[in-house]
């Protein structure tokens, strides 16, 4: 309604205008040779309207005559734009839903509407890869990989084939590709450091650690595997620097020290880590070179005072005291540790030994070791150095299980207990 108001008013203006010049008078006289010509000006001026509405309307006609074949390509790209995004949204729910078949159908489709796109390219390696046909996956990630503004997608599919099937070499150098197209991508970053972990370069991964791994054992096993003594040694210090609990890169950088004429700070890095967590180890080289049981008892004193309740620290007095045959310091100890209900199988095998020393072969000896003897089979078993993916014990740590080739999961603790299989009771 308001743009009818509109044109009334314009036809209103201009036929106020026309009416004007005609009521204004006047004429145009052209002579050209021989010829005359003289028009009254309002004449003339609508054969100019005139004039310019025809050439306007030619040149117009002219310009969509020429467009016409761009215009139905446009209009066919826009269907085919339509109906691709439809057939590629259907890939989506099919991939969602697991339907691989159907959802290679429709990125079929999708592709040869809108062509090889870095989104139908992705779809069909999804695809592909989920039917499990993987060289074709690959391919699609290959194309993928030769564009400019989708190569880290594939990149990313290239590596994460490469790793499935252990193909360590090739999977580290698109890793490396990957991180130059992409700088600072923190999944780059994380993929790069599981594959150091695979491939056990410590130093690499000890410079890409993520969140959840050990900085020191890290450091530890890049300073075994290193070859230069001073890099070797800045490693086994920060190893122990990261955790001094950690009772490896301890007695390593003790040992360290020791070599290097430093016997003293050899024995504070040993009492720093026996106040951090005790372990058994670091008492062994702690009391290594006291000869006399005396003074090992006084040195094992010494070691724990810091953490002077925890269960290792009286089982160490403990036992010291009995091979000093200082038997009511070592039933003292021992006792204690069994009352707190932190023992295990070693305290209890101890005090074993402890009423074998004190009460001899008599019936109260005989008794003593039998009532140790039952809390010890019951009790928890000694710590060791155990593999938290498979169960399997070793003799000491290392940063790679030899039985089932886990990285990174080898601490100290119990093993596993097998409990017994109840037998089946006959009908």
């Known amino acids: 309604m308001l743009r009818a108001i509109w ?16 009521t204004l008078g006047g004429s145009v006289e052209m002579r050209v040779g021989d010829v005359f010509v003289g028009l009254p000006l309002w004449v003339l001026l609508l054969v100019l309207v005139v004039g310019f509405v025809v050439l306007y309307g030619l040149l117009r006609g002219w310009a969509l005559l020429r467009s016409w074949p761009q215009r139905i390509r446009d209009r066919r790209a826009a269907r085919y734009r339509v109906e691709g995004d439809a057939a590629v949204t259907r890939a989506l729910v099919a991939l969602a839903s697991g339907a691989s078949d159907q959802a290679r159908m429709e990125i079929r489709r999708a592709r040869k509407l ?17 039917s499990g046909r993987e060289e074709a996956a690959n391919a699609a990630f290959q194309a993928l990989a030769e564009r400019d503004d989708a190569r880290f997608l594939g990149l990313r599919g290239l590596l ?30 994380e993929e790069r450091a599981l594959l150091a972990m695979r491939t056990h370069h410590w130093g690499e991964a000890l410079a890409l650690r993520a969140p959840g791994l050990s900085e020191s054992a890290l450091a530890l096993a890049a300073a075994e595997e290193e070859q230069a003594p001073t890099r070797k040694a800045e490693l086994e210090k920060h190893a ?37 967590a005790p372990h058994p180890d670091v008492a062994r080289a702690y009391l290594t070179g006291e000869g006399d049981v005396l003074a090992r008892v006084r040195a094992a004193e010494t070691l724990v005072e810091p953490n002077r309740t925890h269960p290792e620290s009286r089982l160490l007095l403990g036992r010291l005291a009995l091979e000093a045959s200082l038997v009511g310091r070592a039933r003292t100890e021992l006792e204690a540790l069994a009352a707190s209900g932190e023992a295990d199988r070693r305290a209890y095998l101890a005090l074993v030994d402890l009423e074998r020393v004190e009460q001899g072969d008599t019936p109260a000896g005989r008794a003593g070791e039998a009532k140790w003897l039952r809390a010890a089979a019951t009790a928890a078993p000694e710590p060791r150095w155990v593999c938290g993916q498979c169960g399997q014990e070793h003799e000491a740590w290392a940063p790679v299980c030899d039985h089932c080739g886990t990285t990174g999961r080898i601490g100290w603790t119990a093993p596993y207990q097998r409990l017994p299989v109840p037998r089946a009771e006959k009908v």
Do not use: C, N
């Open 240 to 276: 122990f620097q990261a955790d001094p609990g950690f009772a490896p890169a301890a007695l390593a950088y003790a040992a360290q020290l020791r070599d290097l004429g430093s016997p003293r700070r050899s024995r504070a890095v040993l009492e720093e880590s026996w106040k951090a």
């Open 114 to 130: 809108l062509g090889d796109t870095p989104h139908t390219l992705l779809l069909t390696a999804e695809a592909e890869r989920m």
């Open 7 to 22: 044109l009334l008013i314009v036809l209103a203006v201009g036929v106020a205008f026309a009416w004007y010049l005609r």
């Open 160 to 189: 994460r084939s490469a790793m499935q099937r252990e193909d360590w070499p090739e999977a580290q150098r698109l890793a490396r590709e990957a991180e130059a197209a992409q700088p600072g991508a923190s999944w780059v970053r």
